[in-house]
């Protein structure tokens, strides 16, 4: 039988209030019930990351995470990536390097990338392909992904530098 | 040939690498594709599959499903009009029938591959939906399955179609067949051919099933209003098909159908088929209300369409110098479970590469248990030359001759026929052949570690003409809208906007480009087969002409000229001897209200001039001879891409193209049970490759142009899917000495074949 519930979360820094049904995966909370539609679905079984968003600071495959698990949580997607009209330095060397064809997969691998930013502002290629090997595109051949996450990395330090 | 506009002007955006137009969307995450969109009254589809590969449908009671709260629609096939036969124009340019389109897209009679659609449903929610699906009780009388390709062309094999007997040369036989259609191609005296050769090899290959594997599964949303009005949102290479496969099977005509292409998630040649979108529309029609339907990934490889497994046998002889004398080709096709023509696109390609003076294709479509086979990418090419770029090897082995030496040797051009007929037009494979050889990839020593080689192969693909629709608008401030019917599935926006950039001297990004849903633009085939810059160009190409000519009409008024004496030299309006300041078009813009109102310009094109497009890839590899696991250590493409209008896009297409050949070669497959029934239907277990599977794919452009556009373009989509087959196969048999001749070359085969052949031998390899 369908509970509907009530889940509290800051998704990209707003307090967002959204009513869920217990069945839901985070990826559908996220897409029917905040109408955030750029978290794409490729399969529902954590195997192609297009669903990738951090929670609480983790990077997940939001399609493995029930809606109800999101409750307090702090959830970043790629809705959350550019502030205003600013572009995260990802998304704009993504587009540079034409680092997209069809663009299903991208907001997954801009989420995941981000993520691992964070985490590692200068990754060595080894450490981009390990970080990013959950995300499946099927139409770049990768190279320019990676391109993009290095230059972006460049971009990042030289500003906070 | 100079690299140059038909008024024989440098390239001024042609060739540059602007940010795509759609690009920002895509990556803030606004874009919206077919999953994306919702109505505030939808309902939620879901489809009853058949869980058997091959059974009768002797029951289907949906009573317990209606009478679920919430469930508002049941449809089955009795409820799409009666199948008629009806030829068509599908895929890339093969002809089908659509009485079976009808059959695939819910079973009537019986299901014939695991998966088939029996029924759908229409409830408030998903889950209700799923519950739904459950609920509807079907009573089979399983049958016996055939899903290998040689099996089903056996005498005694189960039956998928009473009513199909073989079609040989256009003759229909008189017994039951699995075997669709036999079509041969014959060039001379093949025996005397082979007879002449002072090296003959002969060999048979297998290939498995493979899917195209775009991350985005398949939706569609359909409104049926109360006016017989219909409305289909949906994520598709080709919404005029849509449309036409629509009206077609509900009987009703194109007018009342548009079709809203939304944003795309990969397709390759397997989105263009209709699936969800028929289903849509009638269970809107008894509900009212939109109705939505997505897939699951299981769905997805269960019930659309994969790419052909294969059995072949090829045989080549050559001279001591290397000229190929003769070649037979023996190639059986999986077609799936309704006829398919994709032996017969193999037969088109297999010899394609190569001058011979004989020949011998015959080539068979094989019915099996299995989804129909639908295009991926070069359909059908990569498995046919496959086991000829293997044999090649071989010869070159033999001979001693250097690989590619071999290929240049015997290498087609300009005036050669291909084995069905055409002469090729300008075609680039000898200078993509010369520009491999004198790539620092091939020059440099091939890795010569323990299990470590260097191979090539040679891949072609025909490319699409078809036809293409554009508007060409000029804005009142001078900058340019471009209009047209071709879904944008990889940056084709940037390409069309670039070419009407070129043409009328503005900037890429003084063009807007978009994609219009069919009530808004002319009749556009689909977006595949690599024509979408080549036609849909051409068509841009051409509306732009009919603007230019339009503005000299105004620039003549402006001037108090004649218009014969104006000249548009790509940047701006001239006169030749009369002291005017050359004019814009961007300057024209302001002036339009004045003299005469705005200006448009329409092109609607079926080009003939479509250009071939070759390829030569290079692989280094290393096997670790214990686990069977292949490490590609360097992998360049090289192909004739005609003039590459955004070359990061070309390269792209290059790249991911090669990517999906190389998992074809090593990982990816259909793994079936003994009753075939598919064992690995999700990404974990259908290894599609990752960014640690492959290295940076290197891409060398070769720009022979196609005389039969104006700026040069040949497709360049998808040839690269077809060289990495041969290449890697190659590769590791130079490699460790064994040559799997069988795909793909997984680990644990590669493993039980070299474990088969001894491991002494691998330290010395003799291949
Ligand atoms: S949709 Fe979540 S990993 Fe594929
Ligand atoms: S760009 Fe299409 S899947 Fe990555």
New binding site residues.
């Given amino acids: 039988m369908s509970t509907k519930r009530v889940v509290t979360a800051t998704i990209n820094g707003t307090d967002s209030t959204l009513i869920v049904d217990d069945r839901m995966s985070l990826?559908d909370a996220l897409r029917d019930a905040a109408g955030l539609t750029g978290t794409?679905?490729?399969?529902?079984?954590?195997?192609?990351?297009?669903?990738?968003v951090i929670m609480n600071g983790r990077l997940v495959?939001?399609?493995?995470v029930m809606a109800p698990e999101a409750e307090g949580a702090i959830i970043e997607t790629v809705e959350g990536l550019a502030q205003g009209n600013d572009l995260h330095p990802l998304q704009k060397r993504f587009l540079e390097h034409a680092a997209l064809q069809c663009g299903v997969c991208t907001p997954g691998f801009l989420v995941a990338a981000k993520d691992l930013l964070d985490r590692n502002p200068e990754p060595t290629d080894d450490e981009v392909r390990y970080w990013l090997a959950g995300n499946l595109c099927r139409c770049t051949g990768y190279d320019k992904i990676l391109r993009a996450v290095h230059d972006a990395a460049a971009d990042l330090r030289s500003s906070s530098r | 040939m100079e690299k140059q506009t038909p008024g024989g002007r440098p390239y001024k955006v042609i060739g540059t690498r602007p940010i795509r137009h759609d690009g920002e969307d895509k990556v803030t995450g606004r874009a919206q594709s077919g999953a994306d969109i919702s109505f505030r009254d939808q309902l939620y589809g879901k489809v009853l599959r058949s869980p058997h590969p091959h059974a009768r449908i002797v029951s289907i009671d949906a009573s317990k499903a209606l009478a679920m709260p919430g469930v508002e629609a049941v449809i089955t096939g009795a409820e799409l009009p009666q199948p008629h036969d009806r030829m068509f124009l599908s895929g890339e340019g093969g002809v089908e029938n659509f009485r079976y389109v009808n059959d695939r897209v819910l079973a009537s009679g019986k299901a014939l591959f695991e998966g088939h659609p029996i029924a759908a449903v229409a409830a408030k929610d998903i889950w209700t939906a799923e519950e739904a699906v459950k609920a509807i009780e079907v009573t089979y009388e399983v049958l016996p399955a055939v899903t290998d390709v040689l099996k089903a062309m056996q005498p005694d094999a189960p039956l998928l179609h009473e009513e199909i007997t073989t079609e040989t040369l256009g003759e229909k036989k008189k017994e039951s067949t699995n075997v669709c259609r036999h079509t041969q191609h014959k060039r001379g005296d093949v025996d005397q051919g082979f007879s002449a050769a002072d090296v003959v090899i002969e060999r048979e290959f297998t290939t498995s099933t493979v899917h195209q594997g775009y991350i985005e599964p398949h939706n569609a949303t359909a409104l049926y209003r109360s006016d017989g009005q219909i409305t289909i949102w949906t994520s598709t290479q080709a919404p005029f098909w849509v449309r036409r496969d629509v009206a077609e099977l509900l009987e009703l005509p194109l007018s009342t159908i548009k079709v809203v292409p939304l944003e795309i998630g990969g397709g390759f040649g397997g989105k263009i088929a209709v699936y969800l979108e028929p289903l849509a529309v009638l269970l809107s029609k008894k509900t009212g209300k939109p109705v939505k339907l997505v897939m699951n990934?299981q769905e997805v490889f269960l019930a659309t369409g994969p790419a052909s497994s294969t059995a072949t046998r090829i045989k080549i002889g050559v001279k001591k110098d290397g000229t190929i004398t003769a070649a037979a080709a023996h190639l059986v096709y999986e077609a799936g479970a309704f006829p398919s023509n994709w032996a017969v696109m193999g037969s088109m390609c297999v010899l394609a590469p190569y001058k011979m003076e004989t020949l011998l294709i015959d080539a068979f479509d094989v019915l099996t248990n299995t989804p129909k086979v639908m295009a991926y990418r070069a359909p059908s090419s990569p498995q046919a030359i496959f086991g000829v770029e293997s044999v090649l090897d071989e010869i070159a082995l033999e001979l001693g001759m250097d690989p590619l030496e071999l290929r240049m040797k015997n290498a087609v051009e300009e005036g050669d026929r291909r084995a069905d007929g055409p002469k090729f037009p300008r075609i680039g494979l000898k200078e993509t052949i010369q520009a491999a050889m004198d790539s620092e990839h091939y020059k440099s020593p091939a890795p010569s570690g323990p299990n470590q080689s260097r191979a090539v192969a040679v891949g072609f693909w025909f490319n699409a003409g078809l036809q293409s629709s554009a508007t060409v608008g000029i804005n009142m401030d001078g900058t340019a809208s471009v209009v047209t019917g071709s879904v944008d599935i990889g940056g084709s926006r940037a390409s069309m906007a670039m070419m009407a950039a070129e043409a009328l001297g503005l900037k890429a990004e003084e063009v807007r480009p978009s994609v219009a849903d069919t009530d808004a633009i002319g009749h556009t085939d689909v977006t595949g087969g690599s024509r979408t810059t080549f036609a849909t160009g051409m068509a841009v190409y051409e509306a732009c002409q009919d603007v230019l000519g339009q503005l000299k009409k105004r620039v003549a008024t402006l001037w108090e000229l004649p218009e014969e004496e104006i000249e548009f030299d790509g940047s701006a309006f001239q006169h030749a001897d009369n002291g005017k300041d050359p004019m814009t078009v961007k300057e024209l813009g302001a002036k339009l209200t004045a003299t005469g109102g705005p200006v448009m310009g329409h092109s609607s094109v079926a080009p003939t001039g479509v250009g071939a497009s070759f390829g030569v890839h290079i692989a280094d590899v290393e096997v670790d001879p214990e686990t069977g696991k292949v490490t590609v250590l360097r992998y360049t493409v090289v192909q004739d891409v005609g003039q590459a209008i955004h070359p990061s896009y070309v390269e792209g297409q290059m790249q991911g193209g090669a990517v999906q050949g190389i998992g074809w070669a090593l990982n990816e497959e259909y793994v079936r049970n003994d009753e075939g029934k598919m064992m690995n239907p999700s990404?974990l277990d259908y290894r599609v490759p990752t960014m640690l599977d492959v290295p940076s794919i290197e891409t060398i452009l070769v720009e022979v142009p196609n005389p039969g556009h104006p700026y040069g373009v040949r497709g360049v989509g998808e040839t690269p899917i077809v060289p990495p087959l041969g290449t890697l196969h190659n590769a590791i048999a130079r490699a460790v000495g064994v040559r799997m001749r069988s795909l793909p070359m997984s680990p644990p085969k590669l493993s039980a074949a070299l474990q088969a052949k001894g491991l002494e031998a691998i330290a010395a390899p003799t291949p």
């Fill in positions: 990826l794409k679905e490729g399969c529902l079984t954590g195997d192609c990351g297009a669903c990738s495959d939001s399609c493995l | 990934r990404f």
